[in-house]
C-alpha cells in the first residue's frame, strides 16, 4: 500500500520517466538510418562525437552495480569495499590506457571488425574462435539480470512499485530503442545518461555533509560512527566476503584490470571513427569513470550508520535517498539510477545481439541456408540486421524470465557472467598484443579451458569466491594458451620438415 508522499512521488517519477520515454525514443528512431546494416547497429563507427563515446563507455561499465550493488557491499561489509570502488577508476583506467590503441589499430584490419569475436577471429583467421568468443558472450544474460534486478528494487524501495512491473518496465523501454536506433541510440542515449550519473554521483557524497555531518571532518566522522556500530567495518579486510584477505583483493583488482575486454566495452573503442580520437576517448572515459566509481558507494557507508537493519542491502542507497533527500533531488537521483541502469543494459543487448547477427548467423547458419542462392554480401548484411534486432527480443524475453527471482546480491550475479567471458578471452586478446607466436590453436584452446575452468570452480563449489575462481581460471587460461601455440607451431614446422623431405624424394 502507498503512502500519500509515495503516490506523489510516484506520479512525480512516472512524468519524467514518460517524458525521458519520449526523449531516447526519438533518439532511437534518428539513429534508425544508421542501423540498417551491421556496422551502423553495431558500432556507428564514426558518426557520434568521441567525447560522447568516452563518456559511454563510462556509464556502460557503472551499471547499477556502482549505484546500488556496490554500496550494498558497503552497507553490509563497511569500509573494506573501498578497495573495489578505488581499483575500478585506477586499475580500470590503466587497462584501458594499455589496450586501447592496438585493439582499435588491429581492428581496422580485414574491412575492419564490428565486434569483439571478429576482432579474435580476425587476428588469428579463425572462423571457429569467432563462432565460440560469440557464443561465451551469451553468458552476460546474468549481467543484464543483474540490471534489471537493480532497477525493480529501487522503484520498489523508493516509490513502492512492485517489483515486476520494475524489471517489465527496464526490459521494454531498453529493447525498444535499441530495437530502432542501434548502436547510434546506445551510445547517444549513454553520454546523455553518464552526464547525468556524475551529478547524481557526487550529490550522494555530499549528501554526507547534512547527513552524517561533522563539515571537513566528514569522512571521519562517518569512519567513527561505522567503528562505534561494529569494529570489523573500518577494517582493512571483511571476514565472510569478498574482501576476506590480501589475495582475495588482488583478485578483485585483476577483475578490474580486464574488466575493460568486456565486449560491450570493447566495442566502445571499435566505435571512434579516427585514430586521432583515441586520446580524447580515453580522457572522457577516464574522466567518467572517476566520478562513477568513486563517490556512490559513501551513501552506502552512511545507510549503514542511518539505517541500520534492512532487510535487502541492496536496498541501501534507495532508502538513503528516501530518507533524507527532499522530493526534488530524490526525482533526480532516480532518473540517475535509471539512467546508470539503462546505460549498462542497452550495452549488453546491443553487444549480444550483434554478436548473435555477424559473428553466429553471418558466419555459420547464412552459408548453410543460402549456399546455392547468390546472395550479395549487402543482401546479407541486410538479413544479419534483422535476425539481430530478432534475437533482441528473444533475449530481453528471457531476461525478464530470469530477473523474477531476486537474487541474493546483485554485485555477485553480476561478476558471475563477466568473469566466464573474461576468463576467455583474456589471454587470447592480450597475448596477440606482444607475443609473435600466438595462434588459432592456443587461442581457441584458452578459450574453452579457461571459461570452463571458471564454470566448473563455481558451479561445483570448488571456489566460492568468484574474483579468485577469475584468478585460478584466467593463469590457467594463460598457460594453455602459450602451451598451445607453441604445440601448434612445433606440429606446423615438423609437417613442413617433412614435406620438403617428400619433395627431395620425388
Known amino acids: 500500500m502507498l503512502t500519500d508522499n509515495q503516490t506523489t512521488l510516484a506520479w512525480i517519477i512516472g512524468a519524467c520517466l514518460f517524458g525521458y520515454f519520449l526523449l531516447i525514443v526519438w533518439f532511437g528512431k534518428r539513429g534508425a538510418k544508421y542501423s540498417r546494416s551491421m556496422k551502423g547497429f553495431s558500432i556507428a563507427k564514426g558518426k557520434v562525437s568521441p567525447w560522447l563515446i568516452g563518456i559511454s563507455f563510462g556509464a556502460t561499465y557503472s551499471s547499477a552495480n556502482l549505484f546500488i550493488g556496490v554500496p550494498g557491499w558497503a552497507y553490509m561489509y563497511g569500509t573494506p569495499v573501498l578497495w573495489y570502488t578505488l581499483g575500478c577508476f585506477g586499475v580500470t583506467w590503466i587497462g584501458l590506457l ?83 536506433g542501434g548502436a547510434y541510440a546506445q551510445l547517444i542515449t549513454d553520454g546523455i545518461q553518464g552526464i547525468v550519473m556524475s551529478v547524481i554521483s557526487v550529490l550522494l557524497f555530499l549528501s554526507l555533509f547534512w547527513t552524517i555531518g561533522g563539515g571537513w571532518g566528514t569522512l571521519g566522522n562517518l569512519t567513527g560512527q561505522l567503528n562505534n556500530a561494529n569494529p570489523a567495518l573500518t577494517a582493512p579486510t571483511a571476514a565472510d566476503s569478498p574482501f576476506y584477505s590480501g589475495f582475495a583483493i588482488m583478485a578483485i583488482q585483476w577483475f578490474l584490470l580486464s574488466f575493460v575486454l568486456l565486449p560491450q566495452l570493447m566495442n566502445k573503442v571499435l566505435s571512434v571513427g579516427k585514430k586521432e580520437d583515441l586520446r580524447t576517448f580515453t580522457l572522457s572515459a577516464g574522466a567518467t569513470l572517476f ?14 550508520v542511518l539505517i541500520p537493519g534492512l532487510t535487502s542491502s541492496d536496498s541501501a542507497v534507495p532508502a538513503y535517498v528516501l530518507e533524507y533527500f527532499p522530493t526534488v533531488l530524490i526525482v533526480l537521483i532516480v532518473m540517475g539510477m535509471v539512467s546508470a541502469i539503462l546505460s549498462t543494459t542497452d550495452s549488453l543487448y546491443l553487444g549480444m545481439t550483434a554478436s548473435v547477427g555477424n559473428d553466429i548467423y553471418k558466419v555459420v547458419i547464412a552459408p548453410f541456408l543460402y549456399k546455392n542462392k547468390n546472395l550479395s554480401v549487402m543482401q546479407i548484411d541486410r538479413k544479419a540486421v534483422r535476425v539481430a534486432r530478432i534475437a533482441l527480443f528473444i533475449i530481453g524475453l528471457i531476461s525478464l524470465y530470469m530477473s523474477f527471482n531476486r537474487p541474493e546480491s546483485l554485485s555477485l550475479l553480476l561478476q558471475f557472467g563477466t568473469s ?9 586478446l592480450t597475448l596477440s598484443y606482444f607475443w609473435k607466436k600466438a595462434n588459432r590453436v592456443g587461442a581457441i584452446a584458452s578459450v574453452i579451458v579457461g571459461a570452463s575452468c571458471f564454470m566448473i570452480l563455481t558451479g561445483f563449489g570448488i571456489q566460492d569466491h568468484v574474483f579468485t575462481a577469475l584468478l585460478y581460471s584466467s593463469m590457467l587460461g594463460y598457460g594453455v594458451m602459450i602451451a598451445g601455440s607453441l604445440w601448434a607451431e612445433h606440429m606446423n614446422s615438423h609437417r613442413k620438415v617433412k614435406q620438403i623431405e617428400q619433395q627431395q624424394v620425388l
Open 291 to 304: 566520478f562513477l566509481s568513486t563517490f556512490s558507494v559513501f551513501a552506502g557507508l552512511a545507510a549503514r
Open 420 to 428: 566466464a567471458i573474461i576468463s576467455g578471452v583474456v589471454a587470447p
Open 98 to 180: 594499455l589496450v586501447t590503441k592496438k585493439f582499435w589499430e588491429q581492428g581496422q584490419n580485414n574491412e575492419g571488425s564490428l565486434t569483439l569475436p571478429q576482432w579474435l577471429g580476425n587476428r588469428y583467421n579463425s572462423k571457429a574462435l569467432q563462432v565460440i568468443v560469440a557464443l561465451l558472450i551469451l553468458f552476460n544474460i546474468y549481467y543484464i539480470v543483474a540490471q534489471n534486478v537493480g532497477l525493480a528494487t529501487m522503484f520498489e524501495t523508493i516509490i513502492g512499485i512492485p517489483y515486476y512491473w520494475g524489471i517489465f518496465f527496464g526490459v521494454t523501454l531498453t529493447i525498444l530503442y535499441i530495437s530502432m
